[in-house]
C-alpha cells in the first residue's frame, strides 16, 4: 500500500520573510519610513527592521502593532482558501 504524501509545510522563516516583504511593501507604499513607522507604531525602529528582515524572533504584540497602523490585518486561511473565522 502506497504511503500518502504530505505536504511540504512552509518554514518558519519563509513566513516570516513573505509578512516582512508585504510589511515593508505597504510602509513604501504609505512613504513611510522605518522610524516614522515604529514612532507611529510604538515599537523601536529596530522592532521594525527585525521584522522587514523576516528575523523568526520577532514579538507577535509588535508585528500587530506595525500591521494595524498600516491598515492591514494578519488572518488564517486554509490552503483553499477558506477564511478561518475566530
Not at 6 to 27: M, P
Not at 36 to 56: F, K, T, W, Y
Request: hydrophobic share 40%; glycine share 10%.
Amino acid at each position: 500500500m502506497a504511503t500518502p504524501r504530505r505536504r511540504k509545510r512552509q518554514t518558519s522563516a519563509g513566513a516570516a520573510a513573505w509578512i516582512g516583504a508585504g510589511l515593508a511593501t505597504r510602509r513604501l507604499q504609505l512613504g513611510m519610513t522605518q522610524a516614522e513607522l515604529a514612532d507611529l507604531a510604538g515599537v523601536s525602529r529596530s522592532s521594525v527592521q527585525s521584522i522587514e528582515a523576516g528575523r523568526e524572533t520577532v514579538q507577535l504584540d509588535r508585528v500587530l502593532a506595525i500591521t494595524d497602523t498600516l491598515g492591514c490585518e494578519l488572518s488564517l486561511t486554509t490552503r483553499s482558501g477558506t477564511p478561518i473565522l475566530p
